[in-house]
């Protein structure tokens, strides 16, 4: 059972446009969810997170959206960069406060911003 | 401050062997946990330490086992290698307080 699915395999936008990526859950235990980016052969980068008490958090290009009742969370790249290319995996945890660290990832989404 | 730290990088096993990967996590770090990467399963959680203690476990078979040492490093030991634990192990180190977790390089374990 998948709890956390990312139903877009692959993005593709130009540079300097928005990008938007999706992610869906299905546990309503879960408290805090996480942006990480990926490339090949390396371990992910934290990007930004978002607790379930707030429905909105920034940092610089990055905005992530959390809409509770729907279970859905989105991150929004603006302006997107060519360095932005890259596997994007959402994740989320039921240990908000430190009770547990445990992630459940989904599968990713590959990301390409076109020059 | 220096990141999460993974040893070795490359491994290359045969199958029966069993393999121990390292992980030493970001200072001031109490709790370390690992993943499997693979193409056909993604990220998968194997398990979690807090305080030298197992909090979490994924479900993984019991050939997968790990501990933590008093200063927060921790191994994972995989025995009996089948060509199926060909992987890229991460461990991540988190924020006390929250899940922010924070990835290694990752260990990537071939088994022929």
């Known amino acids: 059972d998948q709890q956390v699915k990312q139903n877009s395999p692959s993005l593709s936008v130009q540079e300097g446009r928005i990008s938007i990526l999706n992610c869906d859950y299905t546990n309503s235990m879960f408290d805090y969810f996480l942006w990480y980016k990926k490339y090949p052969a390396e371990g992910p980068t934290f990007l930004i997170s978002i607790s379930s008490i707030k429905d909105k958090n920034e940092d610089g290009r990055f905005t992530v959206f959390l809409n509770k009742s729907a279970k859905h969370l989105s991150l929004h790249i603006v302006p997107s960069q060519p360095g932005d290319s890259a596997v994007y995996f959402c994740?989320?945890?039921?240990?908000?406060?430190?009770?547990?660290?445990?992630?459940?990832f989904g599968t990713g989404t590959l990301l390409a911003v076109q020059p | 401050k220096a990141g999460v730290t993974q040893t070795p990088r490359y491994l290359i096993k045969t199958r029966g062997q069993q393999v121990t990967l390292s992980c030493s996590p970001i200072s001031g770090h109490r709790s370390v946990s690992w993943y499997q990467q693979t193409p056909g399963q993604g990220l998968q959680f194997l398990f979690e330490?807090?305080?030298?203690?197992?909090?979490n476990k994924g479900n993984f078979p019991g050939r997968f086992s790990g501990r933590q040492f008093s200063n927060s490093r921790s191994e994972m030991n995989v025995s009996t290698l089948e060509l199926g634990d060909s992987a890229l192990y991460l461990c991540?180190?988190?924020?006390?307080?929250?899940?922010?977790?924070?990835f290694g390089q990752g260990t990537r374990l071939t088994v022929v």
């Open positions: 330490y807090f305080s030298e203690t197992q909090r």
């Open positions: 991540a180190s988190s924020t006390p307080g929250t899940s922010e977790a924070f």
């Open positions: 994740a989320a945890s039921a240990g908000y406060g430190g009770a547990t660290n445990k992630l459940i």
